[in-house]
Every structure is written in C-alpha cells, then in structure tokens.
C-alpha cells in the first residue's frame, strides 16, 4: 500500500510559518512523521486527510491566536484521535516533544465518550461532561475552541442539528467563554447563535448596522480628534479606535428596554490602548480618564474601575460613559497593551503575564465548581441554575473587620459571607454586624461593606437558609449539615425504639422495622426514625402496629412492588372517574418510590403533579410551584400527572404560615390558642420577629389536608391585630 501524501500546502503548512516558535525544526519533522505514520495505519483517503487536517488547524488555530494556548495543548487536539485508537501512546508524545499532555488528553478522549452517547443539557451525563471541564482548565478552554468552530462551520451541519448546537453555545460556551474571560469568543458565539437561532431579527440588525456605518464612523472621527490631541501630551504609545457593539448586545438591549434600533444610541464604545511598563500603567489610565472627563461630560453613576479591584478572572480597565456630540452617550474603554491582551485572550493570557501579575480567582471557582458538580443532591433544575449562576456572577467586594478583602457574587448575602469564611462559622451564624450596625442574616452585601459575623452556639442550619443563601458553596455546606442533622435524630429514633421495645420485653427485628416503614409511607427506615425522634410518629401506636405485622401481614405474593423508574401512569383508578393516565396518590402508591416536594410542600387535597427525578424517584409538587414552570418547560417527558385518592387518614403534614400584623399585646398568646382549640391541627413550631411596632412571625403547623388549611388560616386572619397570613 502506497503511502498518502498529505496535503500540508494550505491550512497545516500556513500554521506551521505563523506560529515559527511553537515548533522546532526537529519537532516538525517528528510531527509530520507522527501524523504519516498514524494515516497509513488508518488508511485514511487524501480526502479524509484534507478534511482532518482542515478541522484540527482551524481549532488550532483558534486556540493559539485567540485564547493563547501553546505546544501540549496543539498536540492534544492534532493527536487525540490516534491517542484514542492506541496508534500512538501519550509516553511516546512527552518524550518527542518534552511536554506532558496526559491530564489534557485523558479529559478530552472523556468530554468525546460522553458527545457520543448524545449528551444533553437535559440529562445526568451532561453533569459528567462538566465535570471532566473543570478538572483541567486547558479542557475547558480547547472545548470552547472546538465549538467555536463548528458554529463557524454550522452551516455545513445538516438543518435539524443546527438550532440545538446554536442554543447550546448561547446556553453553555458562551457563559463558559465569559467566565475564562474570553470576551471577543463569547461574542462572536453569541451573534452566531442568534443568527442560527432567530435568522430574521440577526439580519435585520446586521443590515441596520451597515447602513448606519457611515454616519457612524463620521460621528467616532468627530469624538475621538480632540482626544488625540490631548492624550499625545501624555507622552506614551497609544492606539485610539471605535468598536460597534455585538448583535446580540443590541438585540439584548432592544428587548430591555422595548424599543426599536433606531432608538439605541449606544451602539459603540470608544477603546484607548496604552503601550507602558507595568509600573506606570495605573498612573496613565486615570490621566487618560482625567482627559476624557475634561472633555466630555462624564456620568458619575456610570464610572467602573476594574483597575484597582480586577474581576475574578483577570480582567482589567477603566470604563466611563460620557456625553459625547450631538447629546449621545457614548462608552470610554482605558486599558493596557497587556491589559487588552488578557481581555481578549482570558485566562490563558493572565498565565502569560502571572510572573509579572498575581494569579486571578480560577483555582478558586474551579473548585466551587467541583463543589456543584459533586453535589449529587442537587435536581437538574437546581443544577444547571446554580452551575449558570457561577459562570455569569457579578462580583461584590466585602471586607473583614482586619480589613482583608472577599470577592462574592453579587446578591450574596452575610450568611453567604459567613460560609465563605468557614463552614463551621456559617452552619452557627445569627447575623452580621455590618458597618457597625446589626444585620440579619438575609442582609445582601453591598461594595465596601466591613462585616463581621455574629454567632451563636446554640445556632443550627434549616432548610430555610437555602432560600437566604445564593453561593453554591452555602447552599452545599447547609445541605451537608441539615444531612448531619437528619442522620443524628435517625440515631436517637433507634436508640429511643430499641430503649422503649426493651422495657416491654419486646425484641426489635430490623426487617420488621423495615416492613413496617414501609407500611407507614415511609421511603427508608432512617425517615421513620426521624420521624420518632421528633415525636411526630407516636412510639406506643408503632408497638402495636409492630405487634400486629405478624397478625395482619399482607400476602407478599400479591403486593404489587412499583418503583418510579419502572413506574407506568396508570389509568385513573377506583378512585377516579377521569379517563386520562394520572398517578394516583393513596394507598395503591405507598410501595412507590415517592416523595412529596420540600421547595412547595404539597399536601392532601392540593393540585398537584409528579416530577421524576434522575435517580429513580417521583417527586410531588403543587401545581403552583415556583419550580414547576421550569421543570414543565425543560423536563416535560418527565412529568407525570398526579391526582390524590381516598381520604387523608391519619396523615399529617408540617406547613409554615407567615403571619404579618401590628405589634399588639397578646397577638401571640391569642395566635397559639386559636391552634391548640382545633383538635385535626397541632402547633410544631414558632419564630417571632418585631421591628417598629410590626409583627412578622412564621408559623409551622401540622394538617391533615388544605381544607383544614384554609379553614385555620380564614380563623388566624380574625384575628385582631392580623393583617395577612400566607402559605410559604
């Protein structure tokens, strides 16, 4: 068999002569060998050749010209393929080139495995692919590459594909490009995605843009003459340019503000690029921004310095808006030769430059990242929100009482400061003093804040706090310990059993224990246990429905063991008329693997639907969820429609009543003594706050089912002083 010829003349070779230091001589000659050798093997066409050789240059080069990657990452993404088939060894690769591709190419050839099981946004894998991202960044950063190239190249792709790759890139690496500040990329996979995405309204902003050049460019000459007459007294290298504002960024901005292009006059920004030394780079951008504000009428609440405070991932300049001719608004961009370079290029640049400029905060959101990823308690909906709101977060800037400095997402509050700190000081924060004054916990941080946490030994989590907290790294803490929580009262449930059944000489067989959970509706023996420990299951009762197991057992051979992942909606029931396929809640359900919704509390007698999780469970919410709009739009195949059957007997479910109302004497003591006369209602627990002569309480009560609910809540509202009560 002859040997193919490569056809190296165009995209390779031209590769190879831009970037002349990447190589060696000896290197590309080793190179060219390697990829000959490999060909052959496969047997590869000159056509295949070509058109491989085409795909790896153009992510190539990608790679070195815009994010600024070097040698281990181009021969990860030359040789992957071959790597992948065991035509050639990473070890054979290191020793060639002297460079270690192996923690690059392990995440690559896992990232590829999970594309060819048609990974979704929607499903579990995409957690795995995620998760392979974040443990090396160089994958993140190659990935993006390799998708920026096929939206380059989306056309060729065949017409079904093209919109669900094109919401991909809006939904997933263009946020990703951002948070590797990737800026110039994450635009241009915007504007391709908008164009795949909504063709018309992408070509009619396009036309727009073009016709409006002209008059454009005129206006950006006008505005930027002066400018240059002052900056040259400056007397260091400058470039001074206009830059038109991506489509998208229109297209976002016509939607914000509902009005037609036309009406948009930020349309450019105006950018000034020093050439200086480090040193005196700081010192001539505020010059620079001194002189534009001579200039031109700057707006004060439009000022963003990112050159004392850079963003987490590395990003620096000086941005102001000002009133430029003609009354129009126009944006003035103030960096640095290296400043731009790392605005462009991202992360990759910043490693470029991190002998000279400390490392930014990626180590730091790689490993918060992790923390989602490795959360398994987390639904897909949550997931994927969380995982977002790490790659778009906007940053505060908070500081300790020593004056140590904490960057945030903005809308933390000072229990997320708290969990920043330590875990241990989070799960035991009451508040914060904030400024020198007391703050609760729900306080949202604001820039410059000085805070210093307040604790409290006797201070435990509740699920409540995940509604205060927006970090994944609070939320996962509080989950872990409201885990914590749940495991000690499964222990004193047992131990309480055991102590109890001993007394009355009874022995305690755990596979009874285990029937007799089940029985009850419970999803584990570790629930009823918890159950037991918070005497909301009465342990006397359970002694004789334990005693009567061996009475009254059910025949195992007729039950009928369902589990949610096998589960099949089932018609209507005797307990329905409706002739559509609902899952019916009662007692045919107990054996089901089902549990009822902690972010909505569903109870007997609500409009509910099921939900089913990845795990193999169904989850009820109520129709009125805040969750459910997400979920039916994202997870339709999942849901499934549920309906509740027979009476609620002896069932019993906590809800929480936020109870608003003046401040008057007795409003409590009259509140719990409504409660304590109502024989089907009993009060679990109550927390009551006062500020300036309002009353604000939250009220956990246990029902029977939302009949019982409405009926306590019209009593609680006669109440003199109570001005509105609510379902949480």
């Not at 591709?101 to 979704?120: F, M, P, Q, W």
């Not at 939250?698 to 006669?718: G, P, Q």
């Amino acid at each position: 068999m002859s040997k193919p010829v490569i056809p190296i003349s165009g995209h390779y070779k031209s590769l190879l002569l831009s970037h002349p230091t990447l190589f060696t001589f000896a290197e590309r000659r080793k190179l060219r060998a390697l990829l000959k050798k490999c060909f052959a093997i496969e047997a590869y066409t000159p056509e295949q050749i070509s058109k491989f050789i085409h795909q790896k240059t153009a992510i190539v080069d990608a790679l070195l010209n815009e994010v600024g990657l070097g040698k281990a990452a181009v021969l990860s993404v030359l040789l992957q393929d071959f790597i992948q088939k065991n035509r050639i060894t990473v070890d054979e690769i290191d020793k060639t080139f002297s460079t270690s591709i192996s923690a690059i190419t392990k995440g690559l050839i896992r990232v590829r495995d999970l594309y060819e099981r048609n990974t979704s946004l929607e499903t579990e894998n995409f957690r795995k692919l995620l998760l392979t991202f974040a443990e090396d960044v160089r994958v993140i950063l190659i990935i993006i590459a390799t998708q920026l190239y096929r939206m380059r190249a989306l056309d060729s792709e065949p017409e079904e594909s093209r919109t669900q790759v094109a919401r991909e890139s809006s939904f997933l690496y263009a946020p990703l490009a951002h948070r590797m500040g990737l800026y110039k990329i994450k635009t241009e996979l915007e504007d391709l995605s908008l164009k795949h995405t909504s063709r018309d309204v992408y070509r009619e902003i396009a036309q727009k843009i073009n016709e409006s050049k002209s008059s454009r460019d005129r206006y950006i000459a006008e505005f930027i003459a002066p400018l240059k007459e002052k900056l040259v007294e400056l007397g260091a290298e400058f470039e001074i340019k206009g830059r038109t504002k991506s489509i998208h960024s229109i297209y976002n901005k016509i939607k914000k503000q509902n009005t037609p292009f036309e009406n948009i006059y930020d349309l450019f920004a105006i950018r000034i690029v020093f050439d200086v030394p480090l040193e005196k780079e700081k010192a001539l951008c505020w010059q620079a921004y001194s002189i534009v504000a001579d200039l031109y009428q700057p707006n004060p609440k439009r000022l963003r310095d990112w050159l004392s405070i850079p963003k987490s991932n590395g990003y620096e300049s000086l941005h102001t808006t000002v009133l430029g001719p003609q009354n129009k608004w126009v944006e003035v961009q103030i960096r640095t030769v290296r400043m731009d370079e790392v605005a462009e290029k991202g992360l990759a640049a910043h490693w470029k430059y991190k002998g000279i400029k400390g490392e930014s905060g990626m180590d730091e959101w790689l490993k918060n990242i992790r923390e989602i990823l490795e959360n398994p308690e987390l639904n897909a909906v949550d997931f994927m929100d969380e995982f977002k709101l790490n790659l778009y977060d906007k940053e505060v800037f908070v500081f300790t009482p020593n004056g140590d400095l904490h960057k945030l997402p903005k809308g933390a509050t000072a229990l997320d400061f708290a969990f920043s700190i330590h875990s241990g000081l989070g799960c035991k924060c009451v508040g914060a003093k904030v400024n020198g004054k007391n703050m609760p916990i729900k306080y949202e941080l604001i820039n410059g804040d000085q805070v210093e946490v307040l604790t409290s030994p006797t201070q435990k989590p509740n699920p409540a706090w995940l509604q205060v907290v927006t970090t994944s790294r609070a939320k996962n803490k509080i989950r872990q310990a409201l885990k914590e929580v749940e495991f000690k009262d499964a222990e004193i449930g047992r131990e309480t059993m055991m102590r109890r059944f001993k007394n009355w000489k009874i022995d305690l067989d755990e596979g009874k224990i285990s029937r007799l959970a089940k029985k009850k509706g419970f999803k584990t023996v570790s629930d009823f246990y918890q159950e037991i420990a918070r005497e909301k299951l009465d342990v006397l009762a359970m002694r004789d429905a334990y005693l009567d197991l061996d009475k009254k057992e059910l025949n195992p051979e007729n039950a009928e063991m369902r589990t949610a992942e096998g589960f099949t909606a089932e018609k209507g029931g005797r307990n329905s008329d409706n002739k559509e396929d609902v899952l019916v809640i009662g007692q045919d359900l107990k054996n089901v693997d089902f549990k009822l919704s902690k972010c909505c509390n569903p109870i007997y007698g609500d409009e509910v639907f099921g939900f089913v999780a990845v795990t193999g469970g169904i989850k009820i919410h109520r129709t009125d969820c805040p969750n459910a709009p997400q979920m039916i739009e994202r997870f339709n195949y999942r849901i499934v429609k549920a309906k509740w059957s027979g009476k609620s007997v002896g069932s019993q479910y906590p809800i929480t009543l936020r109870i608003v109302g003046h401040d008057d004497i007795g409003i409590v003591a009259n509140i719990t003594s409504l409660i304590s006369k109502e024989k089907s209602i009993s009060l679990r627990s109550i927390s009551v706050d006062t500020n300036a002569g309002l009353f604000q309480g939250n009220l956990t009560i246990m029902v029977s089912d939302n009949k019982d609910l409405e009926l306590i809540i019209k009593k609680i509202k006669l109440v003199k002083g109570v001005k509105n009560v609510s379902r949480s």
